[in-house]
């Protein structure tokens, strides 16, 4: 489906730089951004991915899923050819569980903010 294609070219993103294409706390607004906010390869984390990787990223999260790749489409992509993927898995899979220790940062933050709140609350009925 177009959609799983979407959905890999953002964990693809995600592998290649260590931050998502759209990041917003507030759910609705990271909704928005989706939907109307082109992504874009910010420096200098996109400095060293090659242009081969940039080019399939943009054909997989094209808005338009009747422009989107196909999933054979992205599998004939140059890029995804052995000699032309010119990204080491090493650096991403680091990349990614970087990802992860940071979601893992902020929910415990996100944790102890709300166990304060319930602290307040607690001290302010008494």
Same mark, same amino acid.
């Given at each position: 489906m177009k959609?799983?294609?979407w959905s890999m070219g953002v964990i693809l993103y995600?592998?290649?730089?260590?931050?998502?294409?759209?990041?917003?706390?507030?759910?609705?607004?990271l909704f928005e951004h989706i939907m109307?906010?082109?992504?874009?390869?910010?420096?200098?984390?996109?400095?060293?991915i090659s242009p081969e990787a940039k080019d399939l990223l943009n054909k997989m999260m094209t808005k338009d899923p009747h422009k989107? +790749?196909? *999933? !054979?489409?992205?599998?004939?992509?140059?890029?995804?050819g052995e000699d032309n993927a010119k990204t080491p +898995?090493? *650096? !991403?899979?680091?990349?990614?569980r970087h990802f992860m220790r940071r979601r893992e940062?902020?929910?415990?933050?996100? *944790?102890?903010?709300?166990?304060?709140k319930m602290e307040h609350l607690l001290h302010s009925v008494h």
């Open positions: 959609c799983d294609v995600i592998m290649l730089c260590g931050f998502p294409p759209f990041y917003n706390e507030n759910l609705p607004k109307k906010k082109p992504h874009d390869f910010p420096s200098p984390e996109w400095d060293p989107r +790749l196909s *999933a !054979s489409d992205c599998l004939a992509h140059p890029w995804v +898995l090493d *650096a !991403s899979a680091e990349k990614l940062l902020r929910k415990g933050i996100e *944790a102890v903010q709300a166990l304060k």
